[in-house]
């Protein structure tokens, strides 16, 4: 079945990095556009980028400079590289599978910026 597990979330430091993975089973990441999205606590959900079947990228302008989405087909996994991290992207981030108007979710990894 259809399956999105994220990691690589954790506590860092204002300014660091973090890269996130989002492992996927029951099908072909190449296949879909992916997409991780971010919530914070009382706001709404934030879409962060997205990337599509044939390669193409986008970023909230949040994000852009210091987020690259990026995909390894071998291990049919989505990465989130993340730098210059600041205290506003504190969230909980999500990996998503796109198929036409429906999503599937995957369960989360917290990112906390802090000092």
């Known amino acids: 079945q259809v399956q999105l597990v994220e990691s690589g979330g954790g506590l860092v430091q204002p300014g660091g990095s973090l890269r996130l993975s989002c492992a996927a089973s029951?099908?072909?990441?190449?296949?879909?556009?992916m997409a991780w999205y971010r919530q914070t606590p009382g706001k709404q959900r934030e879409l962060v980028t997205t990337?599509?079947?044939?390669?193409?990228?986008n970023y909230a302008n949040s994000a852009k400079g210091r987020f690259t989405i990026s995909r390894d087909n071998a291990k049919n996994t989505v990465y989130l590289q993340m730098h210059n991290l600041k205290p506003e992207d504190t969230a909980v981030y999500y990996c998503?599978?796109?198929?036409?108007?429906?999503?599937?979710w995957g369960q989360g990894t917290q990112v906390t910026v802090s000092s």
């Open positions: 990337i599509t079947s044939g390669g193409s990228t």
């Open positions: 029951g099908f072909i990441v190449t296949h879909y556009t």
């Open positions: 998503v599978r796109f198929l036409g108007g429906s999503q599937y």
